[in-house]
């Protein structure tokens, strides 16, 4: 049984076009996240969401927009892609958000070309 | 804000010892140790809270000096599953919401 799933597991797609990547976690946390990690294996949170509701909103572009469904789902939608959004993103979970062990998704390659 | 992790990379011989230090410039409640192999996730090590106390798992342990805003790791008998970037994080106290900020991360090999 997978934890933390994450679709897809490669995306290339080219400049300007609009894309999702979606999380699952089946562990029965209340808190997910979103972070990306670039080249130089920097990572960096950009959003967390508690029981649906937005608690991090990183200094992110506009052209990310992250949605929680309810608290087993968190999906990014990235509009407009940019070649410098090319990087690994990972979705992650946690029990209540308040600093416990995060458990991640196998990440998410995106390739903007 | 990020907490600045040394040495950068590190090559050893299987059964090799090594230690990683994770340095804060803001106070520490907590740190958390991770490890990445290459081509896949982040996956916990330990917890180590503020007082001090040394955690062990398997033969790597960590200790957390809260007073000089550093945690060390320490990697006894190196074996080659230990190969992968070693991130240690630090957990940033918002009100309802906590932030974990990862360091710059270091790169261990283990070589036969």
């Known amino acids: 049984d997978t934890a933390v799933s994450q679709t897809p597991k490669y995306l290339v797609t080219q400049m300007g076009n609009d894309k999702s990547i979606k999380c699952e976690q089946n562990?029965?946390?209340?808190?997910m996240y979103w972070y990306k990690q670039d080249s130089k294996k920097f990572l960096k949170i950009m959003f967390s969401?508690?029981?649906?509701?937005?608690?991090i909103n990183e200094t992110v572009p506009n052209r990310f927009s992250p949605k929680s469904p309810d608290k087993a789902h968190l999906n990014l939608h990235i509009n407009s892609l940019e070649l410098g959004d090319s990087a690994v993103y990972f979705c992650?979970?946690?029990?209540?958000?308040?600093?416990?062990?995060?458990?991640f998704g196998p990440g998410t390659r995106l390739l903007v070309l | 804000q990020q907490p600045v992790q040394s040495p950068q990379a590190v090559i050893l011989r299987e059964g090799e010892d090594a230690v990683i230090n994770c340095s804060s410039s803001k106070a520490l409640y907590s740190v958390h140790w991770y490890r990445q192999k290459h081509g896949e996730a982040p996956v916990f090590l330990m917890i180590?809270?503020?007082?001090?106390e040394q955690k062990g798992h398997d033969k790597i342990s960590a200790s957390f000096n809260e007073k000089k805003q550093q945690s060390s790791l320490y990697l006894t008998a190196s074996q080659l599953s230990y190969s992968g970037t070693y991130f240690c994080g630090t957990v940033v106290y918002g009100g309802a919401t906590n932030k974990l900020i990862f360091g710059t991360g270091t790169l261990l090999a283990v070589q036969p």
């Open positions: 969401y508690n029981n649906k509701e937005l608690i």
């Open positions: 562990l029965g946390h209340d808190t």
């Open positions: 180590l809270l503020k007082g001090g």
């Open positions: 992650a979970s946690s029990h209540t958000g308040r600093g416990e062990t995060q458990y």
